[in-house]
């Protein structure tokens, strides 16, 4: 499976940004994809994840400025981040996952090179 992402770059408080990730190599209709993110200095953490069969999960500090959407047909998710905030500023990395949908590090066996969002004030 090879996962790559875009979108990333760098904007002002309170601005957008849409990235996406697309998949390849799937040999099965069955997955999940999920968005994390490390800021320099500090732990990989969770964003958001959805899965093939309608699932989804956000991360609490989320608080519904983010949107995750999975185009099944195009292997292809995305996340729109709105209202962004300096701290949201990091690398942001595409993991691929089976279902059910799942925010735990561990499940999720393939990476992305990640893309780089950063936020000033």
């Known amino acids: 499976v090879h996962l790559l992402e875009s979108g990333g770059g760098s904007v002002q408080s309170g601005g957008s940004l849409l990235l996406s990730c697309v998949a390849s190599?799937?040999?099965?209709?069955?997955?999940?994809l999920g968005w994390f993110r490390q800021a320099q200095g500090k732990w990989l953490e969770w964003v958001a994840a959805s899965s093939s069969d309608g699932g989804t999960l956000y991360a609490p500090f989320v608080q519904s400025r983010f949107t995750i959407s999975l185009d099944h047909a195009r292997n292809t998710l995305y996340l729109q981040m709105d209202k962004l905030k300096v701290e949201d500023k990091a690398m942001y990395y595409c993991g691929s996952s089976n279902p059910p949908v799942t925010l735990r590090y561990p499940d999720y066996g393939y990476w992305g090179q990640g893309t780089q969002v950063t936020v000033s004030s």
């Open positions: 190599g799937y040999t099965t209709d069955f997955y999940t």
